[in-house]
Structures are given as C-alpha cells and as structure tokens.
Nanobody, 119 residues
C-alpha cells in the first residue's frame, strides 16, 4: 500500500520561500507519477505541479509558473516542491499525491501540510 508523508509547511512572509517534501513508501517509487495539490479555505482543490517517474514535469498552473518547482529523487523515494516569491494567495493546505502509470486518477494522498503566507 502506498503511503505518503508531507513535511516542510509553515508560516512565511510575502516574498519568502519554503520547500515541501513528501516521502513515498510501499511500492516502487519510479513507477508513479507524483503531484502537489493545494486547497485553500472555501476553494476547490487544485493541482499545482506534477512530475513523471522519469522526472518529466507537466506544465505548471499559471498561478505558480516561474515561482514553484517540482522535483523528485528516485534514490530517496521523495518528491519536493520548491516555492519562491510566495504570496498570500498561496496560503493553503498542500497535499502530495501519487498515481501509477496504469491509473488515471491520483488515488494516493498524504495528510497535507499547511502553508501560510502573511502579508
């Protein structure tokens, strides 16, 4: 069974940076697409970034393009989200998610980590 554990959230001022980490266990990590989603209060969950098992990134959402970067280490079974130039509108719970190559939906989710950007 796939298990995901996020870390690295916190409180940061506008313009600051954070790096989120997500550790993966239970299956062969390189066989899984990984993604970061976020959900702000009162809003729907949105995908922020995703990356294939071989490190190919899908286009970023316009709201984070040029500021966020997703990466992964198959040696460490981990995926990361580097967030720079943070804005108050980036405040949300950030979730790590995984899907295998045979799945269409992200079926495995972490517990989430809170990111709060103060103005």
């Amino acid at each position: 069974q796939v298990q995901l554990v996020e870390s690295g959230g916190g409180l940061v001022q506008t313009g600051g940076s954070l790096r989120l980490s997500c550790t993966f266990s239970g299956r062969t990590f390189s066989y899984y697409f990984m993604a970061w989603f976020r959900q702000a209060p009162g809003k729907e969950r949105e995908r922020v970034a995703s990356i294939s098992g071989t490190g190919i990134r899908t286009p970023y959402d316009d709201s984070v393009k040029g500021r966020f970067n997703i990466s992964r280490s198959n040696a460490k079974n981990a995926v990361y989200l580097e967030m720079n130039s943070l804005k108050p509108e980036d405040t949300a719970v950030y979730y790590c998610a995984a899907r295998s190559y045979s799945e269409e939906e992200y079926n495995y989710w972490g517990q989430g980590t809170q990111v709060t950007v103060s103005s």
